[in-house]
């Protein structure tokens, strides 16, 4: 159960901010190049069943809920500025940090910050494969 937890955690994400800024001329900026040792079905970590997408795409693309600290493997927070657990493990409580803004694109522009609505929208995404 905490195994699917974490993985849920670690996929939940939303868009924050641009990953890199690329050079004048770089193909990186009218495409995406993503290197990786294995065969990636969907760059949408939300509806894979791979660690590899999750763990290595998801941190590029999104802010999730919670981060690894890379050296001693511990959660760190990262959209949750707190969290506890709850019940033995069956129910997380998290704190959202404040002022999270979404990236803002020509196609969209958002209107607000990161509230709970979007953590719970996109966990029912996740469970739900008709969800939008």
């Known amino acids: 159960m905490s195994k699917l937890i974490c993985s849920l955690l670690f996929s939940l994400s939303v868009l924050s901010s641009p990953a890199w800024s690329a050079p004048a001329g770089d193909i990186r900026q009218t495409g995406f190049v993503y290197c990786v040792s294995g065969t990636l079905n969907t760059f949408n970590p939300q509806m894979v069943s791979s660690g590899l997408t999750v763990d290595t ?4 693309l999104y802010n999730r809920l919670l981060d690894v600290d890379p050296y001693t493997y511990r959660l760190k927070p990262d959209l949750a500025a707190s969290w506890e657990v709850r ?22 522009k958002p209107t607000r910050t990161l509230n709970a609505d979007d953590v719970v929208f996109s966990f029912a995404r996740m469970f739900d494969r008709h969800h939008p």
């Not at 795409?57 to 590029?60: G, N, S, T, V």
């Open 57 to 60: 795409l998801a941190a590029q």
């Open 87 to 108: 019940d033995n493990g069956a129910t997380y409580r998290f704190d959202l940090r404040s002022g999270v803004q979404f990236q803002q694109t020509n196609q969209f």
